[in-house]
């Protein structure tokens, strides 16, 4: 079964396109407007071997804040459309990653409930062309979108790069530990039956 998704929105202030096969190899391929959030994406494509292309038009006159968001959106959305029924999944994933002095410990739950709890302390400011507040904004979007629970946490540092890049590299590689399938796991990973 393949375990990939096509997801289309748009609205009156931006147009995205994201493709995205879990079973990836860690392509990327695409522009969101915004080179520093590019970079980002394609860590964690890289890193959760996902196979990822996500095409962006937006607003980016008025600021980069719709472009981001909608694209966390639509992420989410293919998250969630691309594990289908959950059958089979680990469920979990965590993550620590280093990046120099720079240490960001990721976890999330495919847990069907959204909640983010964002504990990133990174400066005011942009990286390139990118609000860091802006990350926030990208995460809570994909956790709504993608039903799933997820802690981020930053556990030292002081580079805004180091840590963002970090943040989505460790994303990519919890992402790819809670949807990879064990063949020990019969059905839901869960008592309740169902993941929604």
């Known amino acids: 079964m393949n375990r990939e998704a096509l997801i289309e929105r748009r609205t009156a202030e931006t147009c995205i396109r994201v493709k995205l096969d ?30 990822l292309e996500i095409q962006a038009e937006g607003d980016l006159e008025v600021d980069n804040h719709h472009t981001i968001e909608d694209i ?36 999330l739950d495919l847990s ?15 990286i390139g062309s990118l609000e860091t507040e802006l990350l926030e904004e990208f995460l809570r979007a994909f956790v ?22 970090a943040l989505f590299k460790a994303l990519g590689r919890a992402i790819r ?11 839901i990973p869960s008592t309740k039956g169902n993941l929604v």
């Open 22 to 51: 879990l079973d990836g190899s860690g392509k990327w391929q695409g522009s969101s407007g915004i080179p520093f959030f590019d970079h980002l994406l394609a860590q964690l494509a890289r890193h959760g071997l996902l196979d």
């Open 72 to 107: 966390g959106i639509c992420l989410g959305q293919a998250v969630k459309q691309a594990l289908g029924d959950k059958a089979g999944i680990n469920r979990y994933g965590h993550t620590l990653i280093p990046m120099d002095e720079a240490l960001v410990q990721v976890v």
């Open 112 to 126: 069907g409930r959204p909640y983010l709890a964002y504990n990133l302390d990174l400066a005011p400011g942009r």
């Open 144 to 165: 709504n979108h993608g039903a799933l629970t997820l802690h981020v946490q930053k556990l030292a540092g002081r580079n805004g790069h180091h840590i963002a890049e």
């Open 177 to 187: 530990e809670a949807a990879s399938r064990d063949p020990r796991v019969e059905g």
